[in-house]
């Protein structure tokens, strides 16, 4: 028997689980301590009324003969797609149709899956820093060539960095990618694209053939009005050449409850030899091979998040978290910190002090003040020297973190 020599490639653990691991340490050794979490992206407020309400019917409909539901279709529900093309896309101008969404168990699930409908030998590209799960997956995929430990870089993946200069949006890549992940607004930097820098990408994609993989897990963070895109559809051509994550963890809180989606143009074509294939199709094949849909009960929650309720309940949800956002930001700022993010975006972005590496800025916090947050070179090179903070905690955890941090 041989294992997937990949796998073997991959340095260290998952960044979370490390942090985990180092947090466990901490509070085995002082039982006591009073630790505030705002390291990984994890929702702390309850479910809306609305999305509890759906969830409350569908399990009673569940105990009925008539009602009750066996597997879901493969590609999921047609309330819930046809809820996610009307509000989701067509609402905002983009003409995306309900057969185009594939419902599934959420966003991160999907954008480690999505590779393998590609070439074992296409490029990738990233953001630098970039959310680990797009790398990780494609280390398994055997895609990414060798790992130099020194300086953090595969071989085969062509890195775009995003620094305070370019406002956290790369340049186009030197080098031809294949594929093309994106995530706007970002993790971890909180950064946002406009329209424009966003369009820059789809034309290039289209140029050079290119599939950019749009992450748009945190669009409902978007402040209006400033000319940033909710969906990479909202750019002309992007049906030939993008795809479309979309969760229901950071908006809704379905962290727990697991929903999300990947929306695949039929016109998102390439050529094999003399076929024409549509990556629609590959991934559809993949979803009926490998999956049996998310459950009726928590497709009926995200069905909920559409309803004029729902609707209101998940703007409140996020202007809490936001509220969170702005304090962390207002009191980093006033205590000289450099700080990025947090206006689109539940992230705040900063960075670490007296040339601190983020891993000794992150033992210093855990250590003197008991506040956790994510290291920024857990998420490439040129995360070095940044940490993360989340407003996803309590608007008092919030508080008494910033607090803290300001008595270092
Ligand atoms: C994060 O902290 O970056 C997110 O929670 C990751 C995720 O959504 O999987």
């Known amino acids: 028997m041989k294992v997937n020599e990949d796998y073997l490639k991959l340095p260290g653990s998952y960044l979370f689980s490390t942090i985990a691991k180092k947090v466990a340490a901490y509070r085995e050794a002082h039982p006591d301590a009073d630790i505030i979490r705002l390291g990984i992206g994890d929702v702390t407020r309850p479910l809306p009324p609305a999305v509890i309400a759906a969830l409350h019917k569908a399990v009673d409909e569940q105990a009925v003969a008539e009602t009750f539901r066996g597997y879901a279709p493969d590609l999921g529900y047609a309330f819930l797609r046809e809820a996610m093309a009307e509000h989701d896309f067509q609402a905002r101008g983009c003409e995306i149709a309900a057969d185009e969404i594939f419902i599934s168990d959420g966003a991160k699930s999907d954008s480690a899956n999505i590779q393998e409908i590609f070439g074992r030998d296409c490029r990738i590209a990233v953001c630098d820093p970039v959310y680990p799960v797009y790398v990780d997956s494609n280390v398994m995929a055997g895609r990414t060539g060798d790992y130099d430990a020194a300086t953090g870089i595969w071989s085969r993946v062509i890195y775009m960095p995003c620094t305070a200069e370019n406002g956290f949006v790369p340049e186009l890549p030197e080098e031809k990618p294949d594929l093309i992940y994106l995530c706007y607004p970002n993790n971890p ?63 809704a809180g379905f962290t727990g409850l697991r929903l999300g989606a990947t929306v695949i143009p039929h016109d998102l074509k390439t050529r094999s030899g003399d076929r024409e294939v549509e990556l629609h199709s590959l991934w559809a094949r993949r979803h009926g091979t490998k999956y049996n849909g ?71 916090l855990l250590e003197q003040v008991q506040v956790v947050g994510t290291p920024g070179s857990g998420f490439g090179p040129h995360g070095e020297h940044y940490f993360r903070l989340t407003a996803f905690g309590s608007y008092e ?12």
Request: glycine share 10%.
């Open 189 to 251: 930097t909180g950064g946002a694209i406009t329209k424009d820098q966003l369009q820059r990408f789809v034309d290039y994609a289209n140029e050079t053939g290119a599939v950019i993989i749009y992450d748009a897990a945190y669009e409902a963070y978007i402040r209006e009005g400033e000319g940033i895109p909710h969906s990479v559809y909202e750019c002309d051509g992007a049906r030939t050449c993008a795809i479309e994550l979309r969760s229901f963890s950071k908006n």
């Open 294 to 364: 998310a459950p009726y009960i928590v497709q009926r929650a995200g069905e909920a998040c559409y309803s004029e309720a729902g609707k209101a309940e998940i703007r409140e949800l996020i202007g809490g978290y936001m509220r969170n956002a702005g304090l962390i930001r207002k009191g980093l700022e006033e205590a000289g910190y450099e700080v990025y993010g947090g206006v689109h975006s539940p992230y705040v972005w900063l960075k670490t002090p007296d040339r601190l590496t983020s891993w000794e800025f992150f033992d210093r």
């Open 397 to 408: 955890n919030s508080v008494r973190a910033i607090e803290r941090i300001r008595s270092l």
